[in-house]
């Protein structure tokens, strides 16, 4: 399949869920249980596809690498156990390891708290050439932080810089440092994965119910859950404040995993194929010195 195809087909699968212009944006415009025309029927299909998603990724992230001109930045934000890690665990296992990062930012530490809110994930931004991955980000600043205004209190920032306009101000600053990061060769794509109450429910069981899940839950998630009306809240708004053509957001639906990742794969793959990437090109001088190389092999 020619490239352009396969971009194609992996835009029939993203477009519907992708959001560029916020300012009509409404979170239940979007069911967390879509599946576009899959059923539970379809997903031994939509598993396949998956895995030709997973070998397209591997073979446009070699270009990438060598390429060495695009950085690319992908954000997951999303409620617990809605399925951050397996989409990143089964959509990028076909990824060279020596091009791509995934950095997961949990509370900040006291290093953290005496810099700006900011400079814990700007200092970790994909090189060129790399994909790097951030599961959760500061976008952090503008949902727990929201949530629960103590935590902005503990960040040590002057009086004067917190007013009711703090998150407004955040969402500036967000849109320009994407709008700096774009303009400079960093593609940004960003992933909210849709699960709805009543399967993160299904899942804490599962959690608490399996020996071998024991250790994913914790009793944060579930003292989370009482915010949740207030977290969906902070969501649609900063999705309504940060969606923009240059760093889109996809309203993923994450209540069938199958889908999910497949959804998070079409995306990175559109992205990357929309790239034009080439493997380097050589000039003369080098193909004379490759030449002299062969010859000098084979008399060996």
């Given at each position: 399949m020619k490239l352009k195809e396969i971009r194609d087909?992996?835009?029939q699968f993203a477009k519907p869920f992708r959001v560029t212009e916020g300012g009509k944006f409404r979170l239940r415009d979007f069911d967390p249980g879509d599946t576009l025309d899959f059923d539970?029927?379809?997903?031994?299909?939509?598993?396949?596809a998956l895995r030709e998603g997973v070998e397209t990724l591997a073979r446009l992230q070699d270009r990438l690498y060598a390429?060495?001109?695009?950085?690319?930045?992908?954000?997951?934000?999303?409620?617990?156990?809605?399925?951050?890690?397996?989409?990143?665990?089964?959509?990028m296992s076909g990824i060279n390891?020596?091009?791509?990062?995934?950095h997961s930012f949990k509370a900040p530490s006291a290093e953290d708290l005496d810099h700006d809110y900011l400079w814990r994930c700007m200092k970790v931004l994909p090189?060129?050439?790399?994909?790097?991955?951030?599961?959760?980000?500061?976008?952090?600043?503008?949902l727990v932080v929201r949530v629960h205004p103590e935590l902005l209190a503990r960040q040590k920032l002057p009086p004067c810089r917190i007013d009711r306009d703090v998150w407004k101000h955040r969402f500036q600053d967000i849109r320009s440092v994407e709008r700096y990061?774009?303009?400079n060769g960093v593609v940004v794509r960003k992933f909210f994965l849709h699960v709805s109450k009543k399967e993160q429910k299904q899942r804490f069981?599962?959690?608490?119910?399996?020996?071998?899940?024991?250790?994913?839950?914790?009793?944060?998630?579930?003292?989370?859950?009482?915010?949740?009306?207030?977290?969906?809240?902070?969501?649609?708004d900063m999705i309504r404040h940060t969606a923009t053509?240059?760093?889109?957001?996809?309203?993923?639906?994450?209540?069938?995993?199958?889908?999910?990742?497949?959804?998070?794969?079409?995306?990175?793959?559109?992205?990357?194929?929309s790239l034009k990437l080439e493997y380097p090109t050589i000039d003369a001088a080098k193909r004379k010195e490759l030449a002299a190389a062969k010859r000098a092999l084979l008399k060996k």
């Open positions: 087909k992996a835009r539970s029927g379809d997903k031994p299909r939509a598993e396949e390429q060495d001109r695009w950085g690319v930045l992908i954000l997951f934000q999303a409620m617990d156990a809605a399925g951050k890690d397996s989409a990143i665990k089964h959509v390891p020596q091009g791509c990062e995934v090189r060129r050439g790399h994909i790097g991955i951030f599961n959760r980000s500061y976008y952090e600043e503008t990061l774009v303009r069981l599962e959690r608490i119910e399996k020996p071998e899940k024991n250790w994913k839950f914790s009793a944060a998630d579930l003292a989370e859950r009482d915010h949740w009306d207030d977290y969906m809240r902070a969501y649609e053509p240059e760093a889109p957001w996809y309203i993923v639906p994450a209540d069938h995993k199958w889908f999910t990742r497949l959804v998070v794969a079409a995306a990175v793959i559109e992205t990357l194929a």
